[in-house]
């Protein structure tokens, strides 16, 4: 019997896809003052990769002098998202499960704040965790080990959903927690998880099983 569940936000409770576009515009702008430096075919390249892998990532790929890197993450650390942004079909009736939700991303501090703030979600969750690696040295992992251990859940009491066979569904996985695999384009058809849909509401239908 399940009593709580641990949500993933981006990609899990949201599309990136419907924000990205003027995330990353301000962040490219940034880097094009570079384009010297860079060239004009990698700056397309570098553009394409923001929106899929993480700042940190691409930077050390295209050998970002240190100063353009710094530049950068000060940006990241800086923007906040504030327009409204709209939850997958399925969230609203998710989130009216009895369950304890707990909220655990990763990301840049002030960005995934307003992310959250902007969806309107803050009172859906006991605790909202964002991992910040600019910040702490925390992981998925820790969260998770540390949300069992305060509220004294075991393993099997717990569910985490998400949409990275990388991320918090392998952190899950590594301490034997289910796991739900969001996955609305079917990436992953060979991940080994729990539970999978292309849907979120399906949560429901596996939390009755
Ligand atoms: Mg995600």
Do not use: W
């Not at 570079?34 to 993480?54: M, V």
């Amino acid at each position: 019997m399940k009593k709580a569940l641990i949500f993933d936000l981006d990609n899990t409770i949201y599309p990136v896809s419907s924000i990205a576009d003027e995330l990353f515009e301000s962040l490219f702008s940034v880097v094009e003052e570079y384009r010297d430096l860079l060239g004009n075919a990698e700056l397309q390249n570098i553009k394409e990769e923001f929106t899929r892998r993480p700042y940190q990532e691409v930077a050390d790929k295209y050998n970002f002098s240190k100063a353009l890197k710094q530049k950068g993450l000060n940006h990241l650390q800086n923007i906040t998202y504030n327009k409204p942004i709209t939850t997958y079909e399925g969230y609203e009736e998710v989130k009216t499960l009895p369950h304890v939700k707990f909220l655990v991303t990763s990301g840049f501090t002030n960005l995934q704040n307003s992310k959250v703030k902007m969806l309107g979600i803050e009172n859906d969750f006991l605790e909202i965790h964002i991992v910040d690696p600019q910040i702490a040295s925390l992981t998925k992992k820790d969260i998770f080990a540390n949300i069992l251990l305060k509220y004294n859940y075991s393993r099997n009491e717990v569910l985490v959903i998400g949409d990275d066979p990388e991320s918090e569904i392998k952190a899950a996985k590594s301490l034997g927690i289910d796991t739900f695999l969001f996955d609305p384009l079917n990436k992953y058809p060979n991940e080994e998880v729990s539970y999978r849909s292309d849907k979120l509401v399906a949560i429901i239908d596996c939390l009755l099983q």
